[in-house]
């Protein structure tokens, strides 16, 4: 079975600090690729990052970082320097041979960035 | 480069009824995916079309449905609404689909079932 555990309903943080959301996932598939993706109010959800399971390397891009970690099986979003515009709800999302063309969505983090 | 379009934004239905959304991918993806977001839930697949042809589905009752066009535009209809089909639903489109791939996400239908 596939599974990913977003244990942070909700985050508050004031405008300037750095947040860390968690991503927890299981999966018994060798090949797997992991997604964060943002849904802010409007109601789209916008894809942000993909890395798929023998691809290690942490990412940057501009505020955003993802840590990936198959040891402990997560894959954790940083926001440095946040933004009132980085409020939204993250999902991250696992999509893997054994699920088909399923893609698995976490429960969701909202985060609130306040001014 | 247009978006991926739903419609209509927002609806209103009575239990018992059918309802039928509508979603027009990004030109030239042909891999349609359509999926429900709830509080409770969260977000859960329905199904994926690529081709005119439904090539996965998640675990809901035969009661919702879709299909897909020659020109990739995807409907998805539910039948015989019941109160607890009040969502978001969600259409995404791909170039190919399949695992690993990218969605683009439109905006969403949002159904109130009284």
């Known amino acids: 079975a596939q599974k990913v555990t977003q244990a942070q309903t909700e985050i508050s943080v004031v405008e300037k600090e750095d947040v860390t ?10 090949t797997y690729y992991l997604f964060w993706y943002k849904q802010p109010p409007s109601g789209e ?28 099986s997560s894959f954790n979003f940083t926001i440095t320097a946040s933004q009132v515009v980085d409020s939204a709800v ?26 | 480069k247009a978006g991926v379009t739903q419609t209509p934004r927002y609806l209103i239905k009575t239990r018992g009824q059918q309802v039928t959304l509508s979603c027009s991918p990004i030109s030239g993806h042909r891999s349609v995916s359509w999926y429900q977001q709830t509080p409770g839930q969260g977000l859960q697949f329905l199904f994926e079309y690529f081709s005119e042809t439904q090539r996965n589905k998640g675990n809901f009752p035969g009661r919702f449905s879709g299909r897909q066009f020659s020109n990739s535009r ?8 019941e109160l607890g089909d009040s969502a978001l639903y969600l259409c995404a489109s791909s170039p190919l689909g399949g695992v690993g791939t990218e969605a683009f996400f439109g905006q969403g239908t949002r159904l109130t079932v009284v």
Do not use: P
């Open chain 1, 90 to 115: 993250y999902f991250c999302a696992l999509s893997g041979v054994t699920g088909g063309f399923k893609t698995i969505f976490g429960a969701g983090t909202r985060l609130f960035v306040k001014a």
């Open chain 1, 21 to 30: 959301l968690d991503c927890v996932y299981e999966t018994r598939d060798t």
């Open chain 1, 45 to 72: 959800l916008v894809f942000l990052i993909r890395r798929n399971s023998f691809d290690e390397q942490n990412e940057i891009s501009g505020r955003y970082s993802w840590n990936f970690q198959k040891s402990t």
């Open chain 2, 74 to 81: 995807s409907e998805m209809n539910v039948s015989t609404l």
